[in-house]
């Protein structure tokens, strides 16, 4: 389902509300790309495969297999595979497969960030990255796991869920934790 249809479909009923403060803090977890290092854009792009097929061109794709191991300042990502789609000489379009994606950065505030999933799609364009199955973020404050994670680095949505009838899991610690949840 593509994210815009599941934008305009109807929430299933809720059988709980959820207090005010958890729904806020939900809206308010940093999650995986989201709060990317800034600067990590205007870094160089350093790929690394066991092989590579197609031209960096001004259009083209490109399969990297193998094992994928992609830096780019503090983003760090590692798959089995990677399709990087290019346009005007530009990566537009990196899908990462082969699971689990293992991909970690820190944010513009110095924290950690690690994301797992059995295939992250990052359309820079649009600037959406879709994580499905078994995807799991973590950081410092708190964790997100499910089927599907959709975050729109434009607007700061989160979309998540489970595939069929799976569910997301949320954990979110108080400031002043020590990590464990007491």
Do not use: W
Request: aromatic share 2%; proline share 5%.
């Amino acid at each position: 389902m593509s994210p815009d249809h599941a934008r305009h479909r109807k929430p299933a009923p809720r059988r709980h509300a959820l207090p005010r403060a958890l729904a806020l803090a939900c809206v308010l977890l940093p999650v995986a790309v989201a709060m990317g290092r800034s600067s990590d854009r205007n870094k160089p792009l350093d790929i690394e495969a066991g092989s590579q097929s197609g031209v960096f061109s001004s259009d083209s794709v490109n399969i990297l297999s193998g094992g994928v191991h992609i830096t780019q300042g503090t983003l760090d990502i590692e798959s089995q595979t990677a399709r990087l789609t290019m346009s005007g000489g530009e990566v537009v379009r990196a899908v990462f497969s082969g699971g689990p994606v293992v991909m970690s950065q820190e944010m513009d505030d110095g924290t950690p960030m690690k994301a797992r999933a059995d295939n992250i799609d990052y359309n820079l364009k649009t600037e959406i990255v879709v994580f499905t199955g078994n995807v799991s973020i973590e950081q410092p404050r708190g964790s997100m796991s499910g089927g599907r994670v959709v975050y729109n680095l434009q607007t700061g949505s989160v979309e998540s869920g489970g595939e069929g009838s799976g569910r997301v899991k949320m954990r979110i610690l108080p400031r002043n934790s020590d990590g464990d949840g007491t």
